[in-house]
């Protein structure tokens, strides 16, 4: 791999765990002085293997623990009895979902913290676009079915009015 290409990874991840100030907190986090950062984004040095690798594990251990903390949340929530499991989503437009899951009509839901939507064949897919996990099983979380997603749109739809 050439340096531009690692520059090229290396904003990229930046960018990833820390956001558009991300040269500063990197730096601080490998115990270095910003300057050799912004040096090796602009390319004026040659940025070491070890450093992508290193920034590489950072962000595996950054999206653990993102997501064992979103699973403990979750679990939290549920305990909680005047909080809804499911809840539809309307107008849902996130540009982190791919563009061909806009190709026909979804209603989207928030179930236990993650995004599902409901086809209008009566599938469901995540956030993804898969129908299934790799074991054949159904996306939904344990004790969640399609007419659970349909309810809870009749309630919203009861509560708040159509808009679609």
């Known amino acids: 791999m050439d340096n531009e290409d690692k520059i090229e990874l290396l904003e990229k991840m930046g960018t990833a765990i820390y956001g558009s100030h991300w040269k500063p907190a990197l730096a601080s986090h490998l115990g270095i002085n910003d300057r050799s950062v912004r040096q090796w984004a602009s390319g004026e040095r040659a940025i070491p293997d070890s450093i992508i690798r290193e920034i ?60 599902y939507a409901l086809n209008e ?36 739809i009861a509560e708040n009015g159509d808009y679609d």
């Open 121 to 156: 064949n009566g599938s469901v897919i995540d956030i993804h676009g898969y129908e299934s996990d790799c074991y054949g099983m159904s996306v939904l979380p344990d004790g969640v079915t399609v007419n659970d997603m349909l309810i809870a749109k009749n309630k919203y």
């Open 56 to 115: 590489l594990s950072l962000m595996h251990d950054r999206a653990n623990l993102l997501a064992r903390t979103a699973d403990m949340v979750s679990r939290e929530i549920r305990k909680m009895p005047e909080c809804e499991r499911i809840i539809y989503q309307t107008n849902l437009k996130l540009p982190e979902i791919r563009r061909e899951l806009y190709t026909e009509k979804r209603d989207w839901f928030d179930i236990d913290g993650r995004l």
